[in-house]
């Protein structure tokens, strides 16, 4: 009788696996600009006029679907910049994602190189194809001295991105709720929150720490408008805490769109340092306490896209601050490929008002190739 039972009990499990199929993707996206900045009088020395960023994004998965509610995932991705002539932001690395999730009707548990759950819930101002507002890739063109990574360097004055990103893609454990009353709850436990996309540097005393945060998100459809708000909070030991609030509003191809992060440390947390010394990069840690907001407006047609948006970022009892204006235009004139035509204002000052500041415009054309 229990052969019987086991026979059985192994059969349905191979009608199950065989019921279900084989889930991949794979997709590669290639962009290439160039872009003419131009500078203030006292900055035209310092930094060049004529930029040439090239980067390449590949993304693959494979899976195994079970029905429809249960299946398994397997993801590897990676990115490369090169080419870059302005040094002070991150260029010129490889980057990697590996990751894995399982989804069930209970919810879907991730594991791996990924952001964290209140990051992959946000919502906030709308993006242009590869111009985003947060971390954006404006400084490319015009060189922020208040968010630096290169070489043994790394620095962030006031935040980069209104989306919780200080431990960016440092390996974690995140957990999505199912949907309920068109919302969805999530949590990430990060056991080291170093990773060289996020703020955090790995000279700092608040290195080796972790992160947990919790995400909320709902999308509400009312006919005439479509909503999505998110919340987001993050404790990130020794270090700081986090709060972000976003909201989008879509109708008849408008999309308006803003986010708020605020970040704050308690008697707990390691003291703030603001000091610059050059032996010492780690002292650069304004991001720790400040805010950030961002608001855009884009209209979609068809092929072509276009939005105006706006980037502020502060730190408390400093004079650092980043203020970037974008207005981004794309054209996609076949699913391959797109052209892009942007222009942009920034201005940043640094710690001191009348050092370690930078402001200026850039007209930045380009191509994008997916493959």
């Known amino acids: 009788m229990k052969k019987y039972l086991t026979a059985l009990i192994l059969s349905g499990v191979a009608s199950s696996a065989l019921a279900g199929e084989v889930e991949y993707n794979y997709g590669l996206t290639v962009n290439g600009f160039y872009g003419y900045s131009e500078y203030a009088d006292k900055y035209r020395q310092a930094y060049k006029h004529n930029h040439t960023p090239v980067s390449a994004e590949i993304t693959t998965s494979v899976g195994y679907r079970f029905d429809d509610d249960t299946a398994v995932t397997l993801g590897i991705d990676g990115q490369i910049a090169d080419g870059k002539e302005v040094e002070d932001y991150n260029q010129g690395e490889w980057g990697e ?6 989804e069930t009707a209970y919810g879907e548990l991730s594991a791996g190189q990924i952001y964290n759950a209140a990051y992959q819930m946000a919502v906030g101002a709308p993006v242009v194809g590869a111009f985003r507002v947060n971390n954006s890739p404006i400084t490319d063109f015009i060189a922020n001295p208040n968010w630096q990574r290169h070489s043994r360097t790394a620095s962030y004055r006031t935040l980069n991105s209104t989306y919780l990103n200080t431990d960016a893609d440092a390996p974690k454990i ?6 309920f009353y068109a919302t969805k709850i999530a949590f990430s436990y990060t056991p080291d929150s170093y990773t060289k996309a996020g703020l955090i540097n790995k000279h700092s005393r608040y290195d080796n720490r972790s992160s947990y945060a919790v995400g909320l998100y709902n999308d509400l459809d009312l006919d005439y408008v479509e909503i999505e708000s998110s919340l987001g909070y993050a404790y ?9 609030a976003g909201l989008s509003l879509y109708r008849k191809g408008w999309t308006l769109g803003g986010s708020y992060r605020k970040s704050f440390t308690s008697s707990h947390d390691y003291a703030l340092n603001l000091q610059e010394a050059d032996d010492m990069p780690w002292y650069f840690d304004g991001y720790r306490r400040g805010q950030a907001f961002n608001v855009g407006l884009s209209y979609e047609i068809g092929p072509f896209k276009t939005g105006l948006s706006y980037f502020h970022a502060e730190a408390d009892k400093t004079s650092a601050q980043d203020n970037i204006v974008t207005f981004a235009n794309r054209f996609a004139f076949c699913k391959y490929a797109a052209i892009y035509l942007t222009t942009a204002y920034a201005e940043y000052k640094g710690i001191k008002s009348e050092t370690g500041g930078n402001r ?3 007209v930045i054309s380009g191509l994008e190739l997916n493959f």
Do not use: L, W
């Open 97 to 102: 994602n590996i990751y894995a999730s399982v």
């Open 236 to 244: 990130n030991r020794k270090n700081n805490q986090e709060v972000s």
């Open 174 to 179: 995140s957990y999505v709720s199912p949907e």
């Open 360 to 362: 200026g415009y850039a």
